[in-house]
């Protein structure tokens, strides 16, 4: 079966939704299947093109095998809504013109965002007679509008007609969270046509990346510090405030230090406000490479993350999974109805505080400091958890349910595939 992934980040891109575009079309190829994959240049998150692929037009590349179709990214120097909007544009007028080039495909897979890549797959599904999939890893305009990004334009109500129109006409809608796929459905996908598809992760590669001790020499500053520690892109969407906050709570403390490793639309607003704030206990660091990344999950004491409310009830962050394959104590912070909240604070995998009370944030790390042997269980029972995400369970599943809702016999299923299913 011939099946074009299409993404906006893919290898060598190392982070977000990159991640799961290019493990699913390995896996896709792994199972038999014929793989193409239109995506842009590399740019994230590092938001730079590397230096070999400026002012390139078209490329071809091969990943593992898998051809992979490369068409001009504008990527901004500075980040503004109109500056995503045209970066967005330019990606979606390459991919247009690339998948003519990949040619005539069985299935179509869409990783999503832009929301507009799903017109494209729906004029491609109709032009080759194909099945189309949309995995919706991001809704976003409810997070631009939740963040004020966005009003009730004209450029909004276009674009949520599309969004829907394109939801409406694909034979499979997928996402990452219970939550999403709710929100999915009150956008007019069919009941039928909704799969929940969770992100997935190697968990026993992941368990056994980075290496004990790496970041600590790196940042020899840190040794026999408590690291508390949040690593990702730093944006509005994080609210990284409360960490900044919270490191002030501590700041006559000389043991703890607390973290914001990477890079991101609010980042430079973040350290303007804890310099305003004269914290000498958070310390900014520049997005790690995965080798590093992980090594810095070896190192860190509690790995933390939040969410601000509203922009981040429906979502569910994949780097959790890498931190629970980890057994690293997790901390979140973030509104009670969000779905990171629900997930670690029903489960008992780490602590939790709602995002806009500083004071139960203070008073469970006060409790970890004096007792850090009464959070291990969160530890195990964060990788006990986190089993269920493993990759060949998940993607197992999926291929399952495509083939009996999307393909519904059509295509002859690959051997490989055949040989998949009976494992699992």
Request: charged letters at 25%; one cysteine or more.
């Amino acid at each position: 079966m011939k099946v074009l992934v299409s993404s906006m980040t893919f290898a060598p891109d190392h982070s977000g939704i990159s991640l799961y575009a290019t493990d699913f079309a390995t896996y896709a190829s792994e199972q038999g299947h014929d793989v193409t994959v239109v995506t842009g240049f590399s740019w994230y998150p590092t938001w730079t093109k590397r230096p070999e692929d400026k002012r390139k037009l078209f490329r071809t590349d091969f990943y593992k095998g898998i051809k992979v179709l490369r068409g001009y990214l504008y990527v901004p120097e500075k980040v503004t809504s109109i500056t995503r909007i045209l970066q967005e544009i330019s990606f979606l007028i390459f991919v247009f013109l690339n998948f003519f080039r990949a040619g005539k495909q069985d299935v179509i897979v869409l990783f999503t965002t832009p929301i507009n890549l799903g017109l494209i797959g729906v004029f491609f599904q109709k032009f080759w007679k194909a099945k189309l999939i949309i995995n919706v890893q991001d809704l976003q305009l409810d997070a631009a509008q939740s963040l004020g990004m966005i009003g009730k334009s004209p450029l909004f109500k276009v674009m949520d007609k599309a969004e829907r129109y394109s939801y409406r006409k694909a034979d499979m809608v997928t996402s990452i969270s219970t939550a999403m796929i709710h929100l999915i459905k009150q956008k007019g996908a069919l009941e039928d046509k909704v799969y929940l598809w969770p992100n997935w992760i190697n968990v026993q590669d992941a368990s056994k990346q980075g290496v004990e001790g790496n970041f600590l020499r790196k940042f020899p500053q840190y040794n026999g510090k408590v690291i508390v520690g949040y690593a990702g892109n730093v944006g509005v969407k994080q609210s990284l405030q409360s960490l900044v906050d919270l490191s002030e709570k501590f700041k006559h403390r000389d043991d703890v230090v607390f973290l914001i490793i990477g890079s991101g639309g609010d980042r430079t607003k973040l350290k303007s406000y804890a310099e305003s704030k004269a914290i000498t206990n958070l310390h900014f660091i520049d997005f790690l490479g995965q080798d590093d990344y992980y090594s810095f999950l070896c190192d860190a004491s509690i790995v933390f993350l939040s969410q601000k409310r509203d922009s981040g009830d429906a979502y569910f962050p994949s780097k959790l999974l890498g931190i629970m394959a980890k057994k690293k104590l997790i901390f979140v912070s973030a509104g009670k109805e969000s779905e990171i909240y629900k997930v670690v604070t029903d489960n008992q995998i780490g602590m939790s505080a709602e995002i806009d009370d500083l004071d139960q944030m203070k008073t469970q790390l006060e409790q970890y400091l004096l007792n850090k042997e009464q959070f291990r269980h969160f530890e195990q029972n964060a990788f006990d958890f986190v089993q269920q995400y493993d990759r060949n369970v998940v993607l197992a599943a999926l291929f399952r349910e495509i083939n009996r809702t999307v393909l519904k016999g059509i295509y002859q299923t690959a051997p490989a595939y055949e040989q998949s299913i009976k494992a699992y």
